[in-house]
Every structure is written in C-alpha cells, then in structure tokens.
C-alpha cells in the first residue's frame, strides 16, 4: 500500500472509531455503507463482544453493512421491527459547509437515506478529502434508476442541463446493478445553486428511486484528518 493509501486508512480508521465510541447500550443502530463506515460497524461490534455496551440492534443500510454487522456479532433487526432508530453512522462522498452530502458512490443510497433519515441523529463519517465548498465539484452525483426507465431518465437529466454516464462494473461486464436490482446513473451538473430543489426534481423523474443528495438529513460530521503527523478527528 502506498503511503498516501496509509494515510487515508489511518483517516478513516480513526473517525471510524469516533462514531463507534457514540453509540450507547440498549440502542438501534443504521449501520450505513463503504469502507468508512466498516470501521465503525468493527468498532461497535469489538465493544460489544467486550462487554463495554449491550443490547446493540443494528439496521443495515446494505448487503455489505449485513454482512459486516454479522461478521462483527452485531444483532440486525428490520425496519418493521424497530419502532425508531436513535443513531445512524455512514460515509459520504461529499460535504459541503450546510452539512449537505452526496451520497451512494457504493450505490447503496437509496436504503442509506431511508435509514439516516429516520435517524434521531446521523452521524457522517468521512476523512478530510470529502469536504467541498460546493456539491457535484469532486464526484458524481449517483441516481438510482429501474432499468427499463434508463433512457428516459437520462433524456431527462440532460433537459436539466446534467451530463449522465451509466455506472459500469468493476470486474464484471455491464452495468453496476444495486441491491434492489437497480442501474446508476451518475450526473455532473455545471452547478447546484440549490441542493434542495435538485434533489426533489431529479426523485419526480418516473423512474428514479432516488438519488445521492442528502440535504438537511446529517446532524453531526466527523472528519478524520492528518494533524503533524498524527490521525486526528474533528467535529464540523
Ligand atoms: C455508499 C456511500 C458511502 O458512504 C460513500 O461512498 C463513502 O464511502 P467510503 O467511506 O468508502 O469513502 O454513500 O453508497
């Protein structure tokens, strides 16, 4: 690995750990998405198993989260069993100084937003790279779209003034599909003047799911940072 790759997992290992040392005993947890939030999902499990908190429920944002939670013996429960969640933890992929994210570079933010949402506190987890002045100006802007509505969606899109490409596979021939057997379609826009209004007129779109702008949803963001040499987490 190299040594900016060592870095980063330090950020992210660290700010992981942040959220993970939140959670308290007897509440439900989302256990959100990407390699971030696996710190933390390993964390809260490490405290589990010694003891330091219990009665943990976790409320998986993903396949991924699932198998992590499982892998870490943390106890999952559905959102028809859960009568509230008290905190959520997950990555983003961008977060501007109005705590507003882009969200789903895993392609799981239509569950994600389901679940930081319904959150009485969601904490983002991020290390200092994802932090912008403005939203769309490093990544994408992910749209989960049914994949017989693709190319309407993205007629649609382009009419918005937004440039779309279909998220491609990695290792594997084809689109990305997500876990709701859906297609991405990641969008730059020359600018978004107004988060709010973007992310309501792109889920009015028939045949979007949803899409990756999360505004007004995080109530708390940690950032991992690299402070004389050292990890280091901040609160925004
Ligand atoms: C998945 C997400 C992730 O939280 C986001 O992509 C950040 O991931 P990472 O922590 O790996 O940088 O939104 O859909």
């Known amino acids: 690995m190299s040594a900016a790759a060592d870095t980063v997992k330090l950020m992210k290992q660290q700010v992981g750990k942040a959220a993970a ?14 390699s971030t939030t696996a710190y933390a999902i390993q964390f809260i499990g490490e405290r589990l198993q010694s003891g330091e908190i219990k009665d943990i429920k976790g409320i998986p944002t993903s396949f991924q989260a699932e198998v992590l939670a499982k892998q870490y013996g943390i106890p999952l429960i559905t959102l028809d069993e859960a009568d509230r969640i008290d905190v959520a933890i997950d990555g983003a992929d961008e977060v501007d100084p109005n705590k507003n994210l882009i969200k789903g570079g895993g392609a799981a933010h239509t569950r994600e937003k389901v679940v930081d949402s319904l959150a009485a506190e969601f904490i983002v987890v991020v290390d ?16 989960e779209v049914l994949p017989m509505a693709m190319t309407p969606v993205m007629r649609a899109i382009e009419n918005l003034g937004g440039k779309p490409e279909l998220r491609m596979g990695v290792r594997k021939a084809g689109p990305v599909i997500t876990d709701e057997g859906n297609f991405v379609i990641d969008v730059k826009f020359d600018e978004i003047a107004n988060p709010a209004e973007l992310e309501k007129t792109l889920n009015n779109i028939p045949g979007v799911l949803e899409n990756g702008l999360f505004v007004g949803v995080a109530n708390v963001v940690l950032i991992g940072e690299i402070k004389d040499g050292q990890p280091v987490v901040r609160e925004m």
């Open 21 to 34: 040392d939140r959670v308290q005993s007897g509440t439900i947890v989302g256990l959100g998405t990407g």
């Open 128 to 143: 200092s790279s994802k932090i912008v002045d403005r939203l769309n100006s490093t990544f994408l802007l992910p749209v």
